[in-house]
């Protein structure tokens, strides 16, 4: 038997309108936005901000990234998750 997840709401405006895993991008320039990790000795990379957003108010319920496991830069350093 499978269990159903509960229905996610918009904490702003409660509805049930909720699109999952939109990806964010910029207008004009080339890259991502996203969160910087450490890939190996040299390179470096970004990971990608994903947001769930409330079709109904246009409320964002959350910032995610798809792949938490990283080595999340932090103020030049290189920190293990």
């Not at 939109?22 to 320039?29: D, H, I, K, P, T």
């Not at 990971?47 to 246009?58: I, K, N, S």
């Not at 319920?61 to 932090?74: A, D, F, M, Q, S």
Request: glycine share 12%; proline share 4%.
């Amino acid at each position: 038997m499978t269990e159903s997840l509960p229905k996610q709401t918009c904490s702003h405006c409660q509805s049930t309108a909720l699109t999952v895993g939109v990806s964010l991008g910029l207008s004009a320039e080339t890259g991502w936005i996203g969160l910087k990790y450490k890939d190996g000795r040299l390179f470096l990379g970004t990971e990608p901000l994903l947001a769930d957003l409330c079709t109904h108010c246009g409320h964002v319920e959350r910032l995610n990234v798809g792949n938490p496991n990283h080595k999340w830069t932090i103020q030049g350093k290189s920190k293990s998750s």
